[in-house]
């Protein structure tokens, strides 16, 4: 008997043009949104995987999702072209971590990290490595991966390779050493590792679908503490998940998911552009035409004009057709826009026989730089008839002038307030994961002559619930810091500085008096910069004294404090050639505690943002508690500038480390 096919239904139908319509009508900017969206735990991915893309460079997220029964926090940033590093919090919900109140449920803090080995090609997938948890005390998440990823629109496939969390058996979760298995090991890396694949599909700028294979063995994770609180008694049913992911507006993207077969999710995160002013800044320029009506005199004219402008301590003096200006820029972030506010100012100077240039910038009436050029220069830039590198190379820049001006100064400027807010954080002491203080800061300036500064500074923090229940080290240097931050009130600085500048380039410093939170004492430094400043050599020494916890103007007598603290450092600054705006910083000597050793510093400026990591390496056999021993200090920070926040421009900035 003939079978008879039957026709497609009218669903089916109407599927399969609406599958075509998606397919056909999706363009690559729509299908290129959501390829650097971040997975449950931040890094770029899908939900349990990592895809071989990365962060767009000089961006980066902040972001929380859950899937029972983990909660993720996590802060994700690109700092260079390629590279991508992700801190985690995870939380085990339901999971005392001590029997003690205030801590709440079990946390784990992590770093991962992702490099784009090969960008995708015509033909060729992108490529990419990562390491999750690769160091700490306790590595319980820990993994190293490569992953392969390719588009074929309006698809992005991916698949990958990975041990540890993603492999067949957890990583050994002690030790301070990192794991690195993947280039030590490679063939055992390998052999432990499991495959993992998965897909998106984004046909609109609006929402894309995921779905993975999850290669995780949540049932015989013994490395996660999750493995015997939940999973021993409710077992994933299903390795594949499947996911909708949402762009709300431009700063909020959401996925709602589904895994293991049994776990409805979330993920919520937000993406940011490192540097990108908040409110747009709007700069105050009076020009030398504008003050005609209030000076006949050209010195004082111009002197308004820059005063008005955001310049101080301001000397001007005319030899021949030669204009030579100082001044102290204290509206500025950066320096070329400050040289470059000047040009405007002078480009206005219409009536005057100006030929040749020469402006010098100081700090505290010491001469840091002085721009040579020529009026006609500065005219023909400010019109656009010269480009940038036009006019730079028309210029000439010099640093190693150590004298000013010497004529009288006009609009001094002795005192400085400065008033900022301020939030310091304390994370994962047994008395609670997220200690936290929330103030404001208030600093005075007083400059009485050329180097000198009188400086005191105080802080108020009306929300304030740092404390701890662990007791100092044995040698406790900074183990005993919270005592002094559970404080509402603090006298943070009460101290003189005094700054020397020295032909050839040779700079020195001597600060006295109160100097941080902690200690109060002596601090120098001398340094010189060589190869036109791509060097920085100097040596630097302390000695200082234990601050009271709990008086401001009294030295500690703890009996575990010593008398005396001493450093001394050989230090080294070097600006990386190959990377813009990249520099490392290494010193050498004896620290706080008399351990011996090194520092390394690698910081990254991004559009005025400074991002650091550090990790030091010394001698930790002189402690005798366990903490202590092996231990290699490491941490992050980032110095923000308030401009990216007040809509006009300033030199105030934010220093946050953790």
């Known amino acids: 008997m003939e079978k008879i096919c039957k026709p497609y239904s009218f669903k089916s139908r109407a599927f399969l043009f609406i599958l075509i319509f998606l397919i056909f009508s999706t363009n690559s900017k729509a299908f290129e949104h959501f390829l650097h969206s971040p997975n449950n735990y931040g890094v770029t991915g899908l939900m349990s995987i990592p895809t071989a893309r990365v962060m767009k460079k000089h961006t980066f997220r902040i972001g929380v999702s859950n899937d029972t029964p983990y909660n993720h926090y996590y802060f994700t940033i690109s700092p260079m072209k390629g590279l991508e590093l992700n801190a ?25 990290i992702k490099y784009q080995l090969f960008k995708e090609g015509k033909y060729t997938p992108a490529v990419a490595i990562g390491l999750i948890d690769p160091y700490g005390q306790v590595k319980r998440y820990s993994s190293q991966y490569i992953a392969l990823s390719k588009k074929i629109y309006p698809f992005d496939f991916t698949v990958g390779l990975g041990n540890g969390r993603l492999g067949k058996e957890p990583l050994p979760v002690g030790g301070s050493k990192f794991n690195l298995q993947m280039f030590e090991h490679p063939r055992t890396w390998l052999r432990q590792s499991n495959s993992f694949w998965g897909f998106q599909f984004s046909p609109s700028k609006k929402w894309a679908l995921m779905l993975e294979y999850d290669p ?31 762009n709300l507006t431009s700063l909020v993207e959401v996925d709602l998911t589904y895994q293991r077969g049994d776990t409805y999710g979330f993920n919520i995160s937000m993406p940011f552009v490192i ?19 209030y000076y006949n005199n050209f010195e004082k004219r111009l002197a308004a004009a820059l005063y008005k402008s955001g310049f101080r301590n301001i000397k001007i003096r005319m030899v021949n057709d030669n204009l030579w200006l100082e001044a102290e820029n204290d509206t500025y972030f950066y320096t070329p826009k400050a040289i470059k506010v000047i040009g405007e100012i002078l480009s206005t100077i219409k009536n005057k026989p100006i030929k040749k240039v020469h402006i010098i910038l100081a700090q505290n009436q010491i001469p840091i730089l002085e721009f040579d050029t020529t009026k006609r220069n500065i005219d023909d830039y400010i019109n656009g008839k010269l480009k940038t590198w036009q006019f730079l190379y028309l210029s000439k820049l010099r640093t190693d002038i150590y004298k000013g001006i010497n004529t009288p100064m006009l609009y001094p400027h002795r005192f400085t307030f400065e008033l900022k807010p301020s939030l310091e954080t304390f994370l994962n002491d047994p ?120 008086n401001p103007f009294e030295f500690s007598h703890q009996p575990y404090d010593k008398n005396y603290y001493h450093t001394e450092f050989l230090r080294m600054r070097y600006y990386i050639p190959f990377v813009r705006n990249a520099f490392v910083d290494v010193k050498y000597g004896r620290f706080l505690a008399g351990d011996k050793g090194f520092m390394i510093r690698v910081s990254k400026v991004i559009k005025g943002v400074t991002l650091s990591a550090w990790y030091s390496f010394t001698n930790t056999n002189i402690f005798t508690d366990p903490y202590n021993i092996g231990y290699h200090n490491f941490g992050i920070a980032a110095s923000i500038p308030f401009r990216l926040f007040k809509g006009r421009d300033m030199r105030t900035v934010y220093n946050y480390s953790l």
Not at 88 to 110: C, E, H, M, P, R
């Open 88 to 112: 985690l919090v995870t939380q085990i919900n339901g999971l005392k971590a001590f029997d003690i109140s205030g801590y709440g449920s079990y946390k784990d803090k992590s770093i991962d």
């Open 216 to 246: 995780i063995e949540y049932t015989h994770d013994t490395s996660d503490p999750a493995q015997s609180f939940y999973f021993e008694r409710k077992p994933p049913k299903s390795h594949y998940n499947i996911g909708l992911r949402l």
């Open 275 to 293: 540097g990108r002013p908040m409110i747009p800044i709007v700069d105050h320029i009076v020009t030398y035409e504008d003050e005609k009506k």
């Open 431 to 550: 008395s609670g994961f997220f200690r936290y203080r929330i103030g404001f800061t208030a600093g005075v300036k007083y400059r009485p002559w050329k180097g000198g500064t009188f400086f005191t500074e105080a802080s108020y923090y009306p929300i304030n619930n740092i404390g701890t229940i662990n007791q100092p080290l044995s040698i406790p240097v900074r183990s005993d810091l919270p005592f002094y931050l559970e404080h509402k009130f603090a006298l943070d600085n009460l101290l003189y500085n005094q700054i020397f500048k020295f032909p050839e380039n040779v700079y020195t410093r001597l600060t006295a008096g109160i100097l941080e939170i902690e200690y109060s004492g002596l601090d120098t430094e001398i340094a010189k910069p060589f190869f036109h400043g791509k060097l920085l050599l100097g040596v630097s020494g302390s000695l200082v004294k234990k601050r009271s916890i709990n």
